[in-house]
C-alpha cells in the first residue's frame, strides 16, 4: 500500500475543491439526513448527561427556537427521553462554530464544491458576546435568531443568488493576504463578504430600513463570514475524505467535553479524548476557572490548512489571541512539520508567499510529537453565558496514537 | 535655537492629530481661495509649458468637465493665456492623487482635523484604468466623473453625516494591520470605508438601484478611501507645519515634472528637483519608456508616517510594486534612519507592532544619504492613456540638500 500516493490525492483534492456559497435554506430542507427531531452539534457524538454547560445552553436555546421546549428542564427532558435525538454536524455535511447546535428550522448557507460536486453547510453567525452558540439562550438570544431567520436569511440567499454564487475560495486566498488567518480572524474575509454581497443586498431588499440593518449586521460582526469559511473548509475536507490508505486527518472538532478526530482511510470512525481548556486572553471579568474546555467544529479551518496553521500571516491576531508576531509565525512553521503539503491557493506573504501547511499527516503527529495548533473562542462553562475570551489550544496526541494504532491495525502495516 | 524641541513638537502635533471625514461639498464652496477660473494641481507649482502629458490631460479633462473646453487646443489656450489659473492643491489646504487636477464644480472630501482644528481636502476617487487623474479625458471618462459628481457625491455626502463622520485615522490604524500601507495598498481601508457607508448609504438614498450602483462603486475601487486618507494626511501634516526651527518635512508632492518638498521651519517655501521615473511592475504591454515621471500629491502619506513607510505591515503589496516581502520590511526599517518619532497609533504588527518611522528629518536626510521611500503609481507619459503600472521611487537628494542650506542660512545655524 502506497500511503504517501494515498495522501497525495487526498490533499490535492483537498487543495483544488472549489466552494462556491451558492445561497441558503432551511436545515430541513437542504441537509442530508436532516428531519424534525433531530438537532445537529459540534464535535463527535455527545449526550446531554455529558455534554457541557454551553453545549446544554445552546441545545436549550434551539429547542426554544423551534417552539419545543420553554426552557432547559424541559430540553433536558426531550434529549434524555429521545423525543430529540443529538447527531454531530459532522454525520450530515454540516459544521458549525462554538456549540454548533442546528435545528431544522434554522437556515444554514449552502457551499458547493465545484470541482468534485460535494455540498456542506454552516449555520448563519450571530456575532459576539451572548449568542446561542457559546451557549446563551434568553429573550435577547431568541430575538435576535428569530431576526436572522426571518429578515436576514432571506435576504442573504437573494443577495448570494443575485452574485451568481461567491467564490469563499478566492476570498479566503484574498482575507490571508490582509491579516486574516480564517478561524479567529476574520475580520477582512468578512468585509470582503460585505463587499460582495452588498450592492445584491440593495437589489434585492424591497425596504431600505431592512437594506440598513443587514449591510449593519454583516459589516459590524467581524465573524460574519466565518460559518461560510467553516462550511467551505468542510467541502475541502470532505472532498479528501474516504481515500483508501490515506493517513491525512479530514476531521477535527470539539464538542465541549471531548476533541475528536476522523482520518481519510479510516471511514466514519471517530478517535475521541477530553478535550482541553484553551490558554488566552479573558474578556475583563473572567478568567481560566470560568473557561469551558475546547468546542466547536471551527477547527475545520486548520484541517483544511488555515487558522491556526496560517497564523503567520495574521500577525495582529496576537492582541486577541496572546503571544507575539514571532509566536504566530513559529506556529504556521511548526505545522509543516505535520502536514503532508502545502496550498497552492492559500499562501503566507511573510514566507515569500510559501503555501499554507495543509493535510495534516497522522504520521508526522506522531513522528514529531507535534500536534496541531488550534486558534479558538473561549466559552463560559455554564450555559446562558456566552463568550468569555479567545485563545490556543492542542488537541491532546492521544487520539492520533489511537488512530495510528487503528489504521496499521486495518491496513496491516 | 532648539531644533529638536522643534521637532518634537511639529511630529507631536503630526500624530495627535485626529482627522475625521465631515462630508463632502463642491471645491468653490468650501476650499480656501478656490475660484471661478482656477484648477489646483498635484505638487509644486507648474506651467502649461512645463506640464507633462497626463497633467496636460487632466487640465484638459477638467476643464471639459467644467464646460469651459472641447480639446487639449483650448483648454492649452485657457491656460496659456491665464484665463484659467493653475495653483497647487497644496497652496489651499488640498490635495489630489496623481494629476490630482481639482476644478471649482468637483466635489471634494472635508476632512477636520479635531486635535488642531484645521481642514483638508481632496477629490473622489475614480478608480482604476483610464481615468482623469491619469490623464485620461474622453467621453467616457466625462460620463464617469458627471455620474461621481451628480450621483455618487450627494449620497456619500449623506452617508458621511448620517455616521456623525468617518474617524479616518482609527480607520487607518485598523487597515494597517489588514495589510494596507495605506498609499498603494488600500484594499482593507477601502472596503473599511464601505463598511462605514454602507448602511447609511442605504439610509439616504431614495432609489435601491442608486444604492446598489454606490454601494458597488465604494466596494469596487480598492482605492477608494485612498482620497480621504491623504486629506487626513494632509491635515496631519499641516498641523505639524510652521513651527519655528523645525527641519520636519510636511509636504513631499510632484507634478509629473519636478518633485517638490517643504519644510515646517521654512515657510511656503518650496524645494525642487527633476522628477524621476519609478521602477516597478507594469500592466501587460506597457514599458519603462511609457511611463511619465513621477507625479501626484500622494507622497503626503509618507510624509505622515504611512505608505512606503509602512511597507512592513504590507507585504502582499510586492505582488503589485514588485521586490519581496523582505524588501518590504527593510523598506520601513530604512525610513527609521530618516525620521524623528514613530507613531504612536499607526503600528507595525511585525515589528512587534512598533510604531510607523514619522516625520521626516531633513538633517537625517542628509546624514545618512538616505532619501524617502515612496509607492506609487505609474502613468503614461502621453495625454489620455492613464495608468500602466506601479512602483518604487525616491525623491532626487538634491531638494533636501537646498533646502536644508535654506534652513542653515534662515536659521544662522
Redesign the interface.
Known sequence: MDIDKANQEATQKMIEARAMLTGLAKAINVIPGMRDNLLLHAGPPITWERASGPMRGAITGALIFEGKAKNETEAKALVESGEIALEPCHHHQTVGPMAGVTSPSMSVYIIKNETHGNQAFSNLNEGYGKVLRYGAFDQEVQKRLRWMEDVMAPILNGAIEASGGIDIKALLS?AL????EGHNRN??GS??F???L???I??V?KD?KV???V??AI??NALSVLNPVMAACKAMADAAHGIEGSTIVTTMARNGTDFGIRVSGMGEQWFTAPAQIPKGLYFPGYKDEDANPDIGDSTITETAGIGGFAMAGA??I??FVSG???DALNASLEMYEITFSEHKYFTI?????RGTPTGIDLRKVIATGITPRVNTGIAHKKAGIGQIGAGLVRPPIKMFEEALMAFAEKYGV
Do not use: R, Y
Open positions: 484574498e493576504h490582509m491579516g486574516d475580520k477582512a468585509i470582503l460585505l463587499k460582495a452588498a450592492p445584491n440593495a437589489k431588499s431600505s437594506t440598513c440593518e449591510l449593519q459589516g459590524d500577525p495582529a496576537v492582541t507575539t508576531p514571532q506573504p511573510p514566507f515569500d508567499f
